[in-house]
């Protein structure tokens, strides 16, 4: 399974960036997808999931309102948009993909509870600077 990111970059405290994702060699509608970030010394956390047929979705609180996952199946690409950005979203975002429990976005964001494989591309680093 491969990811691509891209999208990422810096941007001004209250801007806009929009992150992608694109998989390969797998089926990509099967797939539960969700993006993570992480910052030095701190542990991975699921910020947006989304399921992989009906696209519901699940946001940490720390960005709910801000940002929106979607996904194109077609394309075999996930988007995340971000909005009114703060300097403490800046952070590598990393994209992330599963086949196990694919209806259950809250349970694919969280870190510590999905018994599954995720399958994770390089990272985008954002940057915000206030």
């Known amino acids: 399974v491969h990811l691509v990111e891209s999208g990422g970059g810096l941007v001004q405290a209250g801007g806009s960036l929009r992150l992608s994702c694109e998989i390969s060699s797998v089926p990509f509608p099967d797939y539960v997808m969700g993006w993570f970030r992480q910052t030095p010394g701190e542990e991975r956390e699921g910020m947006a999931c989304v399921s992989s047929i009906d696209g519901r979705t699940y946001y940490s609180d720390s960005v709910k309102g801000r940002f929106t996952i979607s996904r194109n199946n077609d394309k075999k690409t996930a988007y995340l948009q971000m909005n009114s950005l703060n300097p403490h979203d800046s952070a590598t975002y990393y994209c992330?993909?599963?086949?196990?429990?694919?209806?259950?976005?809250?349970?694919?964001?969280?870190?510590?509870?999905?018994?599954?494989?995720?399958?994770w591309g390089t990272g985008a680093l954002v940057t915000v600077s206030s």
């Open positions: 992330a993909a599963g086949i196990h429990a694919p209806q259950l976005p809250w349970l694919f964001c969280d870190i510590k509870r999905y018994a599954g494989t995720r399958y």
